[in-house]
């Protein structure tokens, strides 16, 4: 049986935490599913199919990584794509406290497996929103970016 885990709903190509968690996912499964949530009242930077393009772009070299976008319930979506585990990474205490939470939720209702995969230390200040206000205010991000974001601006 295929090992597949599926990184949902925040995943952001802009920041190296990110693409950091993707990664080291693919250390521990055959596959890895980004999944996109789709929620037409939530305000983005980009369209959901901005998104999709970007990331799809960013790991068109990497044929283990499948990006799609989703509306609904996280483990729903998860099940009808024959995912095995959900795939999450923690920045802080704050995070590890929800994300646990999340992930006996999801194990007792959904019978979900949660990963939690703590970001690498010199990636846990880096967030989107720092990013995103930094190109908000002109502000230089290169060293916040991961390699091949060049393919995420055309």
């Not at 609904?72 to 995070?95: H, K, M, P, Q, Y």
């Not at 959904?110 to 002109?138: D, K, N, Y």
């Given at each position: ?34 999944a996109i949530g789709v929620n037409e009242n939530k305000k983005t930077?980009f369209s959901p199919e901005k998104r999709l393009c970007q990331i ?83 502000g230089d991000v290169t060293s916040f970016l991961p390699d091949g ?6």
């Amino acid at each position: 049986m295929l090992r597949i885990a599926m990184y949902a709903g925040s995943f952001d190509p802009f920041t190296r935490g990110h693409a950091d968690i993707v990664e080291r996912g693919l250390n521990l499964f055959d596959r890895v599913v980004i999944a996109i949530g789709v929620n037409e009242n939530k305000k983005t930077l980009f369209s959901p199919e901005k998104r999709l393009c970007q990331i799809s772009r960013y790991y068109m070299d990497e044929p283990r990584v499948e990006v799609m976008t989703y509306n609904g319930l996280t483990v729903e979506f998860a099940r009808s794509i024959g995912v095995n585990f959900l795939l999450r990474g923690v920045r802080s205490s704050t995070d590890m406290e929800y994300e646990r939470t999340l992930a006996d939720l999801n194990r007792h209702i959904a019978s979900m497996e949660t990963v939690l995969l703590p970001a690498s230390q010199q990636l846990t200040h880096i967030s989107s929103t720092v990013v995103r206000e930094l190109l908000h205010f002109g502000g230089d991000v290169t060293s916040f970016l991961p390699d091949g974001f060049s393919l995420l601006l055309d």
